[in-house]
């Protein structure tokens, strides 16, 4: 033990460590036990001669329900009515997969009528300047 490496593991603010290991270490990580949002995992290693070294890794749990919304988007400028449509959906356990509210409904984008109404519009032009041609 005294030729090796000594990790110690934090969760964000605590002063308490996770664990301390002997290097190399396999660690799982229960994220199930955090809240949803942002966190930090401190690694602290100590070498046989007494010397430290640390790594911050910066994460983002997201166990709960996912939450997507249509109508409004982060930091928007509304003013108004603003019609918004949301859904939740769970993921269920990692052993099994749910279909059912898993896809989130969207309306069809601006772009996607735009591009319809062109094709129908020149669709239109070619079969009446077709059908004038044939007439003659």
Not at 109 to 126: E, H, N, Q, R
Request: a negative charge; proline letters at 6%; charged letters at 25%.
């Amino acid at each position: 033990m005294e030729d090796k490496s000594i990790v110690v593991i934090f969760l964000d603010d605590d002063q308490k460590p996770v664990g301390e290991f002997v290097s190399p270490v396999n660690f799982e990580l229960d994220t199930r036990k955090l809240v949803d949002g942002k966190h930090l995992l401190r690694v602290i290693s100590k070498d046989p001669t007494g010397k430290e070294g640390i790594r911050l890794i910066p994460f983002e749990v997201k166990n709960g329900p996912a939450i997507a919304i249509e109508g409004i988007r982060e930091n928007a400028v509304v003013d108004g009515v603003v019609p918004l449509m949301i859904n939740a959906y769970g993921k269920g356990d990692q052993k099994k997969f749910l279909i059912t509210g898993s896809e989130t409904p969207q309306s069809i984008p601006a772009f996607l009528w735009i591009l319809v109404i062109g094709f129908l519009g020149w669709s239109l032009y070619y079969l009446i300047t077709y059908a004038s041609l044939t007439e003659q």
